[in-house]
């Protein structure tokens, strides 16, 4: 069974920083695709961020790129996300999640393509 834990949520006023990260368990962590989703209240899961299974790859929302960075300690087991220049419309809670493949491609988008979530970790930007 694979358990996925953030942490590194919490309060920052807009145009500061914070960096979460997702420990996960279990030997295959290296082999999949890694990903960050977020959901704010009354709205849909959002996609955020993804990298490959060696962080050779990623990519990003349109809303967070060049603000946001994903990386991964294969060794650790842990992915991670810095999140920068924060604005009060990134004020949710932030998913970490599984990829079912390596490489997921096009697909990264899809919450479908990943098989294993995280309980989420709350950030909020105040103006």
């Known amino acids: 069974q694979v358990q996925l834990v953030e942490s590194g949520g919490g309060l920052v006023q807009a145009g500061g920083s914070l960096r979460l990260s997702c420990a996960a368990s279990?030997?295959?962590?290296?082999?999949?695709?890694m990903g960050w989703f977020r959901q704010a209240p009354g709205k849909e899961r959002e996609f955020i961020a993804v990298?490959?299974?060696?962080?050779?790859?990623?990519s990003y929302a349109d809303s967070v790129r060049g603000r946001f960075t994903i990386s991964r300690d294969n060794a650790k087991n842990t992915v991670y996300l810095q999140m920068d220049s924060l604005e009060p419309e990134d004020t949710a809670v932030y998913y970490c999640?599984?990829?079912?493949?390596?490489?997921?491609?096009?697909?990264?988008?899809?919450?479908?393509?990943?098989?294993?979530w995280g309980q989420g970790t709350q950030v909020t930007v105040s103006s």
């Open positions: 999640a599984r990829g079912r493949r390596a490489n997921l491609g096009g697909g990264a988008y899809a919450p479908e393509e990943y098989d294993y």
């Open positions: 279990g030997r295959t962590f290296n082999i999949y695709a």
């Open positions: 990298l490959n299974w060696n962080g050779g790859l990623t």
